[in-house]
């Protein structure tokens, strides 16, 4: 076990699946000997050379068509978008060919080597361009996974599932916790599961729902509702697509209640997704209405970010309302 | 850091590139004779009759296709015709083991690899025995054992895809290349800039293959770029560049050729002009009287790339009227014959519907599946292509 950050937990992920498979490959903007802005691929170029880990030119499109092909020839691509908020250039890429490549070849062909990583979601003082969580976009289209970590633990599981996940996917690192969120971080290889759902607080009045960054604004929100003697069922969803409907479902069905979180706006949001499937599932033992505490349906302010953001003060208020209904 | 090493001047000196103009590579005249100055490439008899061969079996499957599906048998069809020499005289110069991807006008770049009749037409049928199971429209061929890869509908995707795998290729080390293929309207997507400037920049073993065959649909080259064609860009990307007379197979095989060792012994990627004209529609649903006359389609006509090799291979005595004769009744044979085949086995099965979305079928698509199952035993007659598939389950 080592302390490690969130960064270095993912730079310590790709390290170890780099010196595991010599098919396993590091690019996009600046990933090079810089290590990337966030220095997430740090060292790696210097440890397995150039051919391994490099800069690309500065065109997103390019960068997973790239990856595509690579995949499609049998190589392990995990290549960087430098800021989610700069993946739509290579949507087509993504949403056309990722995703479809087995599909529409009979299965003669696949991309499951791809891994997609992207620093993702606000407050940074990032403002639009450098805060958006853009999951839902992606979760509209079958063929893709996509994974979110809630710490440095959980990052180098998850990057490590992903890269061996037969399937592409996409991994969105909540950069707001890159250097505040630490932890131990085992130092050999080890996997999480993908698609599964994880119970971190056992509770019987409300659960609540969220992934990433948000499950330490989850956490704030819970300490309080506890001290107002609310029993509060945390679940971190960790992968977005394919969902883990059952761990969800089953816990719904004990509280009764469930309120959803995320940065992204609310029209269309996952939470929107999340709640048609619970209410189809548990109608009969809802005791109020599914809540979504999301970021506003406006694009990504800047000085104002405090108030677009769902801090713990609205999850809390949330959770409140859903058990006073 | 600047990559610039220009000389200076002193004062404002604008350019728009015209020294640079390409020539045209030609080896062929259309009598068959060479060009004076012209050399033909080293081809033995077996191999020149294989393209031959290929580029009439294209031609036929491309008549009798677009027939079947004026006729109603078939929803879609693309045809080749004109374009047979770039398409198959690059493909004849390529090892077997060297990947294509193609943009969707290439089939006889895949019957030149050895896709055999009965699998062109599996998939135009999208019958149960199709390697796509019957998901996409006809012509979107593939086929791993002879690396050539899906095809997929939206244009230019698969250039910088043809960049990362011919990387895979370089790192792998075993002195094979990509071809990847695509026409001149879709060398104004994004895509192709990004694949061929990542490729120069990497040094990837990979051969851009433009087929300027002057429509994109109904768009005229004129109204595509103001440039002189799409070689001029090879420049700004520091790539070697040919612009080849795209009806002259023997000139499209000897630049392939030439270009191929330029990418996998040498490291540089290749831009490949191939100058030629798209003889039939766009495709089954394109009319192009609409955009163009018939007197510029006769011009075009008269330089057929296939009577062109033909009248070659005469003079050479490796073929004769016979031979034509028996080369056209025996593939039109097999052609309508193994059309009627394909049409009448069964679609594939149901599942096919959700497999292959992942590499296993996830609990909420099972759970969707199961109800469409459920769906589809209440109301069999209105689903008569998989009602039988529908019985088993729960």
């Known amino acids: ?325 | 850091m600047t990559t610039t090493k220009s000389r200076v001047v002193y004062t404002p000196s604008f350019t728009d590139g015209a020294e640079f103009r390409i020539p045209t590579f030609k080896v062929l005249k259309q009598d068959g004779s060479l060009y004076k100055g012209a050399k033909a490439p080293a081809l033995d008899k077996d191999k020149a009759l294989r393209i031959y061969r290929t580029m009439v079996t294209t031609r036929i499957l491309d008549e009798r296709m677009l027939a079947a599906q004026r006729q109603g048998r078939l929803s879609f069809y693309m045809q080749c015709t004109g374009e047979e020499a770039a398409v198959i005289g690059s493909a004849a110069a390529l090892d077997d083991a060297d990947m294509i991807m193609a943009q969707y006008r290439e089939q006889g770049a895949l019957a030149y690899r050895g896709f055999t009749i009965d699998e062109f037409m599996n998939q135009l049928f999208g019958n149960e025995l199709d390697y796509g199971k019957g998901r996409q429209m006809p012509v979107h061929y593939g086929s791993k054992k002879l690396n050539y890869m899906t095809i997929s509908s939206p244009l230019a995707t698969q250039i910088p895809q043809a960049t990362g795998y011919a990387y895979g290729q370089k790192l792998a080390g075993e002195g094979n290349c990509t071809i990847t293929y695509f026409g001149e309207g879709a060398a104004s997507e994004g895509d192709f800039h990004a694949a061929l400037n990542m490729a120069a920049v990497q040094r990837v073993p990979v051969i851009f293959l433009c087929r300027n065959n002057g429509y994109a649909i109904s768009t005229p080259a004129a109204e595509q770029f103001a440039a002189d064609g799409v070689a001029p860009r090879a420049y700004g990307y520091k790539m070697d560049v040919i612009r080849v007379d795209g009806n002259d197979v023997l000139a499209m095989y000897e630049a392939t050729k030439a270009a191929r060792s330029l990418a996998v012994e040498h490291n540089r990627p290749v831009l490949i002009e191939a100058m030629s004209y798209r003889l039939a529609a766009h495709s089954s649903s394109d009319d192009p009287s609409g955009y163009r006359s018939k007197d510029e389609e006769a011009v075009w006509r008269e330089k057929d790339p296939i009577l062109r090799m033909r009248l070659w291979l005469e003079r050479k005595k490796w073929w004769s009227e016979d031979d034509e004769k028996q080369l056209q009744e025996t593939m039109r044979r097999e052609v309508l014959e193994t059309m009627k085949r394909a049409q009448k086995r069964p679609p594939p099965p149901l599942e096919t519907l959700v497999t292959d979305v992942y590499d296993e079928v996830p609990p909420a698509l099972a759970e969707q599946f199961e109800k469409l199952k459920a769906h589809i035993r209440r109301y069999p007659d209105a689903y008569p292509k998989s009602a039988e598939h529908a019985k088993g389950g729960a």
């Open chain 1, 1 to 325: 076990m080592t302390q490690m950050n969130m960064l270095q937990a993912i730079n310590n992920a790709l390290d170890t699946a780099m010196a595991a498979d010599e098919r396993v490959l590091c690019f996009g903007e600046d990933v090079g000997v810089f290590g990337g802005v966030f220095r997430a691929t740090s060292n790696l170029q210097q440890k397995y050379g150039k051919a391994r880990c490099f800069n690309t030119p500065l065109v997103e499109q390019g960068i997973i068509g790239f990856a595509n092909g690579l995949a499609a020839q049998g190589s392990v691509p995990v290549a960087e978008i430098q800021f989610a908020d700069y993946i739509f250039p290579a949507f087509d890429q993504i949403v056309n060919e990722s995703a479809k490549y087995r599909y529409r070849s009979g299965d003669l062909f696949n991309v499951g080597g791809l891994t997609i990583r992207a620093p993702y979601g606000g407050g940074i003082a990032g403002g639009l361009y450098h805060s958006q969580s853009p999951e839902a976009y992606f979760a509209h289209t079958p063929g893709l996974k996509i994974v979110v970590p809630r710490n440095p633990h959980q990052a180098k599981g998850l990057l490590l599932a992903a890269i061996h996940d037969p399937n592409p996917v996409l991994f969105f690192e909540p950069k707001r916790l890159y250097r505040a969120s630490v932890g131990e971080v085992p130092d050999e290889e080890y996997r999480l599961p993908l698609g599964e759902a994880e119970v971190l607080k056992e509770g019987t009045d409300v659960t609540v729902l969220g992934w990433g960054a948000q499950m330490e604004v989850i956490e704030q929100a819970v300490d309080m509702a506890e001290k107002d003697g609310i029993s509060c069922e945390v679940i971190d969803l960790r992968t977005i697509l394919p969902w883990d409907v059952e761990t969800v479902a089953n816990s719904v069905l004990k509280t009764g209640r469930l309120v959803v979180t995320h940065e992204a706006p609310l029209t269309g949001g996952f939470a929107g997704e999340i709640a048609a499937t619970i209410q189809e599932r548990c109608f009969l033992y809802l005791e109020s209405p599914i809540a979504r505490v999301t970021g506003m349906d406006t694009p990504f302010p800047l000085v104002l970010e405090k108030e677009h953001l769902p801090n713990h003060l609205k999850v809390f208020e949330a959770i409140r309302s859903s058990v006073d209904f």
